[in-house]
């Protein structure tokens, strides 16, 4: 009895002195204690040292092994706390650091449906586009790091542009994004709230392939929330933004007359979407969005806007494909 009790406490001990954060790892070191910003507001760390990762969370949370990796500097778009500490490859990790991030209500740009400070809405108020806050993690697969800077950048450039197409009254789109690169020999890219993880081995095969991002960030800024809306029509709002909205004209895809139909999801629904565009109304993209956001999606709804039938709408579009 004696003997087991000896073990055991042998144990704990050494569990005691094993549980012990590591020595010698340090805090890292922001360049600013706090910041202050009227749009978006950037972060940014001393480099760590070698072996060692920075991450980060945006929510005061305590870091993990599974937190961010600093790849760039940290975009922030609200007043939160921003908690940042040092890791080994082991997941073992120095004391954290908090770095006060404080949004300028005065100075900031409103978005589309968005309060400005006259009582205008983004729209009306706007002379500055603003941004969201887009950051980047390529810890996992850091040789395509410079993929993963120029879709952060399309990203940015491109995220005003589709919170106005796809603009509704009392919706303020997400602005705190993450972009997330794994390893992954399967996937291609997807969208999870404000998170859109991509595969890496896609992305090796296809480096062209550039619009994904627009595609997955369209599903950001959709945020529906009900089960009821159609496939079709998200993966056809999210490919119109993309093919015909943002690609160039050149690149446009040519559906085939033999196979296309309007709910064939992705390029094709994209193509009848931008066909009634052109055809019934110019706004009626942002109308259908509106009502998948609220809720309030029927098919009667291409009635309301274009006083035909969807399956009506379905038939000129075939024939209008046979026309060219």
């Known amino acids: ?26 805090a890292p070191k922001p360049k600013v204690a706090s910041v202050t910003f009227g749009d978006v507001g950037r972060v940014e760390f001393e480099p760590a040292g070698a072996g060692l990762t920075l991450r980060y969370t945006l929510d005061g ?3 993990t092994s599974k937190s961010a990796a600093y790849c760039t500097p940290i975009r922030v778009a609200s007043t939160l706390t921003l908690k940042a500490a040092l890791f080994q490859a082991d997941a073992h990790n120095g ?41 980047v993690d390529w810890s996992e697969v850091p040789e395509l790091a410079e993929w993963a800077t120029r879709a952060q950048k ?13 603009r509704s ?7 705190q994004i993450m972009l997330v690169f794994k390893k992954d020999p399967k996937g291609i890219a997807w969208a999870t709230g404000a998170t859109i993880t991509y595969g890496d081995e896609w992305i090796k095969k296809h480096p062209q392939d550039t619009g994904t991002t627009v595609h997955e960030l369209t599903h950001v800024i959709q945020s529906y929330r009900s089960r009821k809306c159609p496939g079709w029509l998200t993966e056809g709002i999210a490919d119109w933004i993309r093919w015909f909205n943002w690609e160039p004209q050149e690149k446009r895809p040519r559906p085939n007359p033999k196979t296309a139909k309007y709910n064939n999801s992705y390029q094709d629904s994209g193509a009848f979407l931008a066909f009634l565009e052109k055809t019934y109304d110019k706004e009626i993209v942002t109308k259908i969005n ?7 999606y029927s098919d009667a709804l291409f009635q309301q806007l274009t006083g035909k039938d969807l399956p009506t709408l379905g038939q000129e579009f075939s024939d209008s494909l046979n026309k060219k």
Not at 6 to 22: D, Q
Not at 154 to 166: F, G, N, Q, V
Not at 169 to 175: E, V
């Open 290 to 296: 509106a009502a998948l956001r609220g809720n309030t």
């Open 95 to 135: 004391p954290a650091v908090t770095v006060e991030c404080k949004r300028d209500e005065a100075g900031r740009a409103s978005l589309p449906g968005e309060k400005g400070p006259a009582g205008t809405t983004g729209t009306e108020a706007g002379t500055t586009r603003p941004t969201a806050a887009i950051n």
């Open 154 to 166: 399309d990203a940015e450039d491109y995220y005003p542009t589709i919170a106005e197409k796809l």
């Open 1 to 26: 009895m004696l003997k087991r009790a000896i073990v055991l406490a042998s144990i704990v001990v050494c569990w005691g002195l094993c549980a012990e954060e590591p020595a010698g790892i340090p």
């Open 61 to 63: 949370s305590t870091p």
């Open 169 to 175: 009254d009392g919706f303020t789109p997400p602005r």
